[in-house]
């Protein structure tokens, strides 16, 4: 698997957000987004999650060495971020169950048991996620990144709401994802840049 | 690696699956049309009397009600996903196809469910009887057919902006008119016959009306959904 990114730029109307951003990343490399606050991290992770276009350049996504169109590269990535919601009125066992089949994932009972055990959701599945805390629903949001082994994991503010057992355990996926897979983290946490190989700064 | 139609038609499927568990948790969309559907159809047999419209101005009224009542319930499909910030889980998961037609599929079911409720209550309230009940049953299926594609590419439109719900309304009214114009074209022939040949033009009208807007949103849903 391999990203190529070229030229990246992102306006919102007049405003320029960021420009001129490209990089190379294959399987085991692991790239840290830095910027301040509004520099426009999340923009730029959304770009290369596929779920906005830029306004210049280009991304392209191989898999032994062919292209990856656009709508064909959400089977291959997982993403985490703050913006991107569960079904609050479904109990996790049901966002799974949908995540699962929308993948199209089959014998996955233990996998995902395991990382319910993992990330110490394990008895609480049959609630509803709006009864959940925020650090439950960030938990909840790595289960399901996770259950397709992605390609590609983008984290964006992975630690965010967390507690030090969970993030000690997003830690153990970021360092075992970055091993031989490719990662990418949108985070100003000092602790959390240690996981990026190389950064690369929006905003500045 | 290429989707094919029985892989788009499962995830469809599972995005349908998906909001029926969430209608059923939550009963949002079913209250809403239901509760609005029976106000409305309690305020206009109260203003014109049990007998004191004429069966044209009846059929009008039918399908002003099953509008309007769309209209209170059908956007709840897209506003829902941005509202509660899921669209974008959504976008990551399927295809653009796969959603519209997940959608389209539960509007469709919730509108006929309404009808359901509503039209043999309209019938009994208002004192309305038609002659011709295959012609206003396949008026109905296709009219509901008509009426749920072009909300549920409209509620996708409208999801992204503020004022949502009056926004809506105003966008679909115009687009939408073919379908209430035949629809009580059709409702006030099959008053008065009993031939399914005689409402044969409303018919046609309501049936390309429904393969227009279905193929023109599903080939514009991708625009709609990812910018």
């Known amino acids: ?132 805390s925020s650090g439950m629903r960030q938990r909840l949001k790595y289960i399901v990144a996770l259950l397709h082994d992605p390609k590609i994991l983008f984290l964006d503010e992975p630690t965010s709401n967390l507690d030090r057992q969970g993030i000690e355990r997003v830690y153990q996926v970021m360092a075992e994802q970055k091993s031989n897979r490719i990662l990418l983290i949108a985070t100003n946490d000092q602790e959390d840049l240690k996981y990026g190989d190389e950064q690369i700064a929006v905003g500045s | 690696m290429e989707m094919n139609r029985l892989q788009l038609v499962r995830k469809a499927w599972y995005v349908f699956d998906k909001d029926i568990r969430q209608e059923y948790k939550t009963r949002y969309s079913v209250n809403a049309i239901l509760l609005f559907a029976i106000v409305t159809l309690v305020a206009v047999s109260f203003s014109i009397g049990t007998f004191g419209a004429s069966p044209e101005v009846k059929s009008a009224l039918l399908w002003i009600v099953l509008f309007f009542s769309a209209m209170s319930g059908l956007a709840h499909i ?70 749920s594609a072009g909300a549920t590419i409209i509620a996708a439109i409208i999801s992204k902006a503020s004022a949502k719900g009056a926004l809506f309304t105003v966008l679909a009214f115009p687009i939408l008119l073919p379908v209430i114009v035949a629809g009580i074209s059709g409702t006030k022939i099959a008053v008065n016959e009993s031939s399914i040949s005689a409402a044969s033009s409303e018919i046609q009208m309501l049936f390309a009306y429904s393969v227009v807007v279905i193929t023109g949103s599903l080939l514009l849903f991708d625009f709609v959904w990812k910018d």
């Open chain 1, 1 to 132: 698997m391999e990203i190529k990114a070229r030229d990246l730029g992102k306006d919102f109307g007049e405003k320029s957000i960021f420009r001129d951003i490209g990089f190379d990343l294959r399987e085991g490399q692991s790239l840290a987004i830095v910027g301040p606050n509004g520099s426009g991290k999340t923009t730029l992770v959304k770009i290369l999650c596929g779920l906005i276009r830029p306004s210049t350049g280009s991304i392209q996504y191989f898999d032994n060495g062919g292209e990856i169109d656009r709508d064909h590269i959400f089977a291959h990535i997982g993403l985490v971020g703050p913006y991107l919601e569960l079904y609050e009125d479904l109990t996790a066992r049901e966002n799974i169950h949908f995540f699962v089949r929308m993948r199209d994932l089959t014998g996955v009972r233990d996998k995902v048991d395991d990382l319910l055990e993992f990330f110490k959701l394990a008895g609480r599945e049959d609630d509803a996620v709006k009864t959940y």
């Open chain 2, 78 to 147: 897209f506003v829902r996903e941005e509202e509660t910030h899921t669209a974008d889980t959504l976008k990551l998961l399927a295809v653009p196809t796969s959603i519209f037609l997940g959608k389209f599929f539960f509007n469709l079911i919730l509108f006929v469910v309404m009808e359901i409720i509503i039209v043999p209550l309209f019938f009994a309230v208002m004192n309305f009887a038609v002659e011709g009940i295959w012609t206003f049953f396949i008026i109905l299926i296709l009219g509901s057919l008509g009426l």
